[in-house]
């Protein structure tokens, strides 16, 4: 079954810890994005990758780090530097960087840091 | 990369037809138009896209101004489970990745 898969979907955290959200897809799309969503608000990009060890960064990646490893797999890395890292993350992917093919969506994760 | 300004909300009756509004008046020439629909706790769902020609598929139709600054998602005929919130992005046909910025979106509310 094709998809991505975003895990866990509740993660919590202490303050000043790292964590890394999970995003997997087997769409064998190239282009690969991480938003993040606060509460009442819209998506805000954080990372995204067009092709393998390629990325770039968003409109707000201060305190996240990415790897595009592989082309399945485009992990995000919360570090201890994000002010305010509570919030709700979607990771999407687009069978081109460019062009009319729609992004597919993840069931996102919500991290909770205290 | 070109903006998109939505209304923050709108409220429709049940089996009345839906016209969501969206301004691009950057819009550049290569730009596709789509509109995607979240519901809560969800991630964003797919709805239609379009370059210069009106589109209609099962969900809805996408009615693109002449001049491309503004386009207009239609949806026919309401129901409960088309209550989310309706994004509107714009996609870039170049040789470099678009960073596919997203609005606040438009809250649609449906009420019987």
């Known amino acids: 079954d094709g998809g991505i898969t975003q895990s866990p979907k509740y993660l919590f955290r202490k303050e000043g810890q790292n964590v890394t959200l999970s995003c997997e897809q087997n769409l064998n799309h190239d282009a690969m994005y991480w938003y993040r969503q606060d509460p009442g608000q819209g998506l805000r990009l954080i990372y995204y990758s067009q092709i393998v060890n390629d990325f770039q960064k968003g409109d707000i990646a201060e305190g996240y780090s990415v790897s595009r490893e592989k082309k399945e797999s485009f992990p995000l890395t919360v570090t201890s530097a994000q002010k305010n890292p509570t919030a709700f993350y979607l990771c999407?992917?687009?069978?081109?960087?460019?062009?009319?093919?729609?992004?597919?969506f993840g069931n996102g994760t919500r991290l909770t840091v205290t | 990369d070109a903006k998109t300004t939505q209304p923050n909300s709108m409220e429709s009756n049940e089996e009345e037809p839906v016209h969501l509004p969206c301004n691009h008046s950057t819009i550049s020439g290569t730009d596709y138009i789509h509109w995607y629909r979240q519901l809560p706790s969800q991630g964003p769902e797919y709805v239609i896209h379009g370059l210069t020609s009106n589109v209609n598929n099962r969900m809805a139709s996408l009615a693109i101004a002449e001049d491309r600054k503004s386009s207009t998602l239609i949806l026919h005929r309401a129901t409960l489970r088309d209550a989310a919130v309706y994004y509107c992005i714009l996609s870039s046909n170049t040789g470099t990745a678009s960073k596919l910025t997203f609005g606040t979106g438009t809250r649609l509310q449906v009420t019987l």
């Open positions: 999407a992917t687009k069978e081109t960087g460019f062009g009319n093919s729609p992004l597919h």
